[in-house]
């Protein structure tokens, strides 16, 4: 049985240990098991998913090398000005992360722009992409300051295609596509608009985050089409219970795992059928620092890998999930628009820089 609940965290665990090399039937299960669980959480933890603990440990090591540069140096690849492209490094507090509720209405665009600002992410990132993508260039450090950064990152962000390209082969049997549904659905992900991302929480004092005055990352549902992500021990990372607004259920470091989100976009190619997981990045439950009597949070590095259709493509629900007991949910949009429409605050001027202190 390669689904299991478990109960203390009560997100789902996918073993896609045998997807490459497995039988008919061994494969049919690992859909169909990948599919039970997104359809419950849009959650799921994989393992056996093939990118190997050294390479991922490398990648952890690389973010450390990179976040312990000084500031001055991380600001040779500054993120451009605006949300697009979505490249480089961004400080904390330049990137406010915030939901679709958040930003609804068009008539008083400035002012919640302002408004979503006043609690800073308390956070800082790198974005890299394909560099095959003229739209978004990569915005890379200097070769002297990290050398060797640029090249494994590239190779790192196209092994994580790789899995990203079984993982929606996976999805499509999983959904039960038609032949040509199928070479739609894994057309529109060419991988070249990919993005992969570098994070790093600094440790902040916990009741600036307990009385957030500061934040980590606020709830948000990922705009791709699903993100998977490796994370260190720290914790911190806690999805919405989509039966339950408002509670949110820890996704526990679990070693070897990788955690897999939906992200809006396969929400609306799946017709709903697949959930866009509301998740958050919040106080971990491990506080092992003290600052006299204030407790301070450890550091915490994520590395999410944002799967995403092409700029230009039309994401509609595909027919295979639509008929007459379920319409269609959502009208044809492209990737681009979307996309803007989602991260339009999320770069406007930053407040200064002195938030957790
Ligand atoms: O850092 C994490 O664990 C989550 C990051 C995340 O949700 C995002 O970058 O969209
Ligand atoms: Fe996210």
Redo the contacts with the bound molecule.
């Keep these: 049985m390669a689904v299991t609940i478990n109960q203390q965290m009560s997100i789902p665990i996918v073993d896609f240990s045998a997807w490459s090399s497995g039988s008919v039937r061994q494969r049919q299960e690992i859909a169909q098991d990948l599919a039970t669980a997104c359809r419950s959480l849009g959650f799921v933890y994989i393992v056996g998913h093939g990118v190997s603990p050294e390479l991922v440990h490398e990648a952890f090591d690389w973010s450390k090398k990179l976040y312990g540069l000084s500031h001055e140096d991380k600001m040779k690849a500054p993120h451009p000005p605006g949300p697009t492209p979505h490249r480089g490094y961004s400080h904390p507090g330049l990137e406010k992360v915030y939901s679709k509720q958040d930003a609804q209405g068009n008539a008083v665009e400035e002012s919640q722009g302002r408004s979503l600002r006043q609690v800073t992410d308390f956070k800082e990132s790198y974005e890299i992409g394909s560099e095959e993508n003229p739209a978004q260039p990569n915005v890379w450090l200097p070769e002297e300051l990290l050398p060797g950064f640029r090249a494994f990152m590239t190779t790192f962000y196209w092994e994580l295609n790789d899995l990203a390209s079984l993982i929606l082969e996976a999805f499509s049997q999983g959904l039960n596509l038609t032949h040509s549904d199928r070479e739609l659905f894994l057309g529109l992900h060419s991988g070249h608009n990919n993005q992969l991302?570098l994070?790093h929480y600094p440790p902040v004092p916990a009741d600036k985050l307990e009385k957030q005055i500061i934040a980590r990352?606020p709830a948000h549902t990922?705009w791709s089409s699903f993100t998977m992500?490796f994370?260190d021990d720290c914790g911190g990372?806690q999805l919405e219970n989509p039966n339950k607004e408002g509670h949110f259920i820890p996704a526990t470091p679990l070693p070897g795992a990788l955690v897999l989100n939906i992200g809006d976009m396969l929400q609306r190619l799946s017709n709903d059928t697949f959930p866009s997981g509301t998740?958050r990045?919040t106080l971990p439950p491990l506080q092992e620092e003290k600052d006299g009597s204030r407790q301070i949070t450890r550091a915490r590095y994520?590395i999410?890998y944002f799967v995403a259709p092409d700029e230009t493509a039309i994401i509609e629900c595909l027919p295979s999930r639509v008929d007459e007991k379920h319409p269609a949910q959502y009208p044809p949009v492209m990737y681009r628009e979307y996309g803007g429409m989602r991260s339009k605050y999320s770069y406007q001027q930053a407040p200064t820089n002195t938030a957790a202190e």
């Design positions: 991302r994070l990352m990922d992500l994370q990372l998740h990045v994520s999410p």
